[in-house]
T-cell receptor, first 117, second 112 residues
Framework: AQTVTQSQPEMSVQEAETVTLSCTYD???????LFWYKQPPSRQMILVIRQEAYKQQNATENRFSVNFQKAAKSFSLKISDSQLGDTAMYFC??????????????FGQGTTLQVKP | DTGVSQDPRHKITKRGQNVTFRCDPI?????LYWYRQTLGQGPEFLTY????????KSRLLSDRFSAERPKGSFSTLEIQRTEQGDSAMYLC??????????FGSGTRLTVV
């Protein structure tokens, strides 16, 4: 079975600074996706960034980038130039990839990020 | 298309009552998922439909829970004889492939 662990329940960062959220996972699969989702207070969950395990290059989406270490099973999210609108709960998630994949996501416990002015 | 819609947004019910939630996915999405999220935790998978077929159910989905997706369009999640432990946010998501979801805003259930 796959597990996803986020060991930082809460973090804070000053506006315009950089922050890194940690995520580790455990799987015996060789082909999978990893995701970071953002859930603002009382709002719907939205996809921040996605990484395919077979790709060595780390994914980047504007101010958001990941550090994917496959051997270490680590998948951290770096937010650069933090903005007040980045305040949210962030979830790391795992999905198996392949012909039999149902698309089920396994989520971590989440990290609450507060960006301070 | 306005995304994934869930109705109602909030539901307060007395213990022992039955409740039903509805999810309208993005129209061209053939995959539909239900998740349950308790306060301060990550969502947990409940069930998955591909078109009208329910292809996977979590063991979290006890016999008091049932989900349907008639005609492969909207889906309903029913909870019978609700218990206080059922209080949670119920999230619906849809996708066209396995690599990306669109989530709805969720239905928050409070059992009193």
């Amino acid at each position: 079975a796959q597990t996803v662990t986020q060991s930082q329940p809460e973090m804070s960062v000053q506006e315009a600074e950089t922050v890194t959220l940690s995520c580790t996972y455990d799987t015996s699969e060789s082909n999978y996706y990893l995701f970071w989702y953002k859930q603002p207070p009382s709002r719907q969950m939205i996809l921040v960034i996605r990484q395919e395990a077979y790709k060595q290059q780390n994914a980047t989406e504007n101010r958001f980038s990941v550090n994917f270490q496959k051997a270490a099973k680590s998948f951290s999210l770096k937010i650069s130039d933090s903005q007040l609108g980045d305040t949210a709960m962030y979830f790391c998630a795992f999905m198996k990839h392949g012909a039999s994949n149902t698309g089920k996501l396994i989520f971590g416990q989440g990290t609450t990020l507060q960006v301070k002015p | 298309d306005t995304g994934v819609s869930q109705d109602p947004r909030h539901k307060i019910t007395k213990r022992g009552q039955n409740v039903t939630f509805r999810c309208d996915p993005i129209s061209e999405h053939n995959r539909l998922y239900w998740y349950r999220q308790t306060l301060g935790q990550g969502p947990e998978f409940l069930t998955y439909f591909q078109n009208e077929a329910q292809l996977e159910k979590s063991r979290l989905l006890s016999d008091r829970f049932s989900a349907e997706r008639p005609k492969g369009s909207f889906s309903t999640l029913e909870i019978q004889r609700t218990e206080q432990g059922d209080s949670a946010m119920y999230l619906c998501a849809s996708s066209l492939s396995s690599s990306g979801y669109t989530f709805g805003s969720g239905t928050r259930l409070t059992v009193v």
